[in-house]
């Protein structure tokens, strides 16, 4: 088809990739010819490895929890004399529901919501970053809940604290990798159904992935980090 969206031969390493949209952006760039490397947490009977059962070695699948900095560092081990030419660290939990006020959420819970949004996306981004090469793309998947100038309306106190947090590291990373050629993007997808989206969702993961990784494609090559929507347009800080 004239108009089919290719990435053939692009080389692809996404982090929280079992299901939901992680896996989904694994769909989306073998569906463009690209070589892709998806991660979970477990060995088997996910939908990334079903679909990379079913993708006849274009998709491999890694192992990895980005709550646990000895994982992450096996990975980028394991890894070491392969390159990329975007990293998207996709990973997220939410354990509150929208109306839990911070002040009240279970300690352990908090912890293991920083721990992964925040702690284990930063992680991931500073032991992977160095196999991406050096005019592509490093993503991390925010959320525009993740936004203090947005956060008019409240609710998911703790979750957006977590993306918030995610935000300022990848802003002190950027700060320390000035006159890097790669492009830096913290993304938000829109509200979409998943299992941590939930039903009431307006967006289908098909309203926004495809356009997500169209916005992460039309960002290559420019240095510097953005926080953007699955459009494209920036989001406020
Ligand atoms: N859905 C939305 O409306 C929405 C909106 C804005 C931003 N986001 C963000 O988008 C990302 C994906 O969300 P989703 O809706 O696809 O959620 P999801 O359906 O709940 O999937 C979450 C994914 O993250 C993985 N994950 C969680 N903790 C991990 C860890 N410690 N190490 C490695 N992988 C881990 C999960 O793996 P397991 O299968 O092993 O649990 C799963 O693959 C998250 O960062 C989320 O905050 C989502």
């Known amino acids: 088809m004239a108009d089919e969206k290719r990435n053939d031969g692009k080389r692809v390493l996404v982090v929280g990739a079992s299901r939901g949209l992680g896996e989904a952006v694994v769909e989306e760039y073998a569906r463009r010819g690209a070589r892709v490397i998806?991660?979970?947490?477990?060995?088997?009977?996910?939908?990334?490895?079903?679909?990379?059962?079913?993708?006849?070695?274009?998709?491999?699948?890694?192992r990895v929890d980005i709550a646990d900095r000895g994982e992450l560092d096996a990975l980028a081990e394991r890894l070491q004399g392969r390159s990329f030419d975007l990293l998207f660290v996709v990973a997220g939990i939410s354990l509150a529901p929208r109306g839990a006020i911070a002040a009240d959420i279970?300690?352990?819970?908090?912890?293991?919501?920083?721990?992964?949004?925040?702690?284990?996306?930063?992680?991931?981004?500073?032991?992977?970053?160095?196999?991406?090469?050096?005019?592509?793309?490093?993503?991390?998947m925010s959320s525009g809940q993740g936004s203090i100038a947005g956060n008019r309306s409240g609710g998911f106190e703790v979750y957006r604290a977590t993306k918030a947090a995610l935000n300022q590291l990848m802003?002190?990373?950027?700060?320390?990798?000035?006159g890097d050629r790669r492009a830096l993007l913290l993304l938000a997808p829109g509200w979409v159904r998943t299992d941590m989206g939930g039903d009431g969702a307006p967006f289908s993961i098909a309203d926004s992935i495809p356009a997500l990784v169209d916005t992460?494609?039309?960002?290559?090559?420019?240095?510097?980090l953005r926080y953007l929507d699955r459009h494209g347009e920036t989001v406020p800080w």
């Open 38 to 62: 998806g991660t979970a947490r477990s060995d088997g009977g996910t939908p990334l490895h079903r679909f990379a059962g079913a993708a006849g070695g274009a998709v491999e699948v890694e």
């Open 106 to 140: 279970d300690d352990a819970d908090f912890a293991l919501m920083m721990q992964t949004n925040a702690l284990g996306a930063i992680r991931a981004v500073e032991a992977l970053g160095p196999l991406v090469e050096p005019e592509g793309t490093i993503a991390v």
């Open 171 to 178: 802003r002190s990373y950027a700060a320390r990798h000035e």
């Open 216 to 224: 992460i494609e039309a960002q290559s090559g420019i240095a510097g």
